[in-house]
């Protein structure tokens, strides 16, 4: 799971909270009972989540039996949510193997957190490749590349400072592709900056975006397509 879908909940300690998680792991475990948790994933943006069942804690290792898409959102993420009845918040875990073939999972470094993807109000896809886009600012137009889309917004690179701050108002082109027609769709959107942090060569910023209905119907038929073609890449890898 990437750090933007999620923060850190800090019960006691850090330390703390790990023997806390480990033993009653280890207690679910030994009594045989409610061994079923469900784990999540967000590949590309796209939550993955299928029940998984504890199998054995070795030390602080947990060896899980999971589902195989789900093996392979695990490889490629590195870490993972669990959601269990027996813990009143969800967990984060570390993923320390992953068997796509055998359909197994380690997990470890376990901590509890509070998932902020799930408070959104629409999905965000990353863009795989990133799409051409500019952003038409009062100081002048610059290229960029448009990173994750949602109904409601854009994160967008630039390709130079920006210069840009919190509430700015801009006017974003992004090249949005239509990979049923192999073609793409220049939209044209007036948005408003939410955050700008600087990276190398430029900036990274989080815009929202003013829609109507000419732009949603393409944003939410790209979105679909793109949500069908990352399930056919997850079954294609598992």
Known sequence: MDPSHYRAAVKSSIEQDRVEILT???DMIKSGAGTRVKLVNYYK????????TLVEL????????VHPQQAVALGHSGRTCIKCGS?????????????????????HNFCYIDVLAEQRTSLRLELDPPCEAEIAAPGGTLKAKALDVSLGGFSILSEASSNLTKGDEVVLKVMIPNPLHNTVTPLQVNAAVVDCTKEEGGDLCRFSIYSDAHIEGVLSRFIFQRQVDL???LKEMS
């Open 45 to 52: 943006g796209l939550p993955i989540s299928y029940p998984a």
């Open 24 to 26: 009653r792991l280890r």
């Open 87 to 107: 813990f009143s918040q969800s967990l984060l875990a570390e993923v320390k193997d992953s068997d796509v073939r055998r359909m197994m999972a380690s997990l």
């Open 231 to 233: 399930i056919r890449e």
């Open 58 to 65: 070795c030390g602080e290792v947990l060896e899980l039996d």
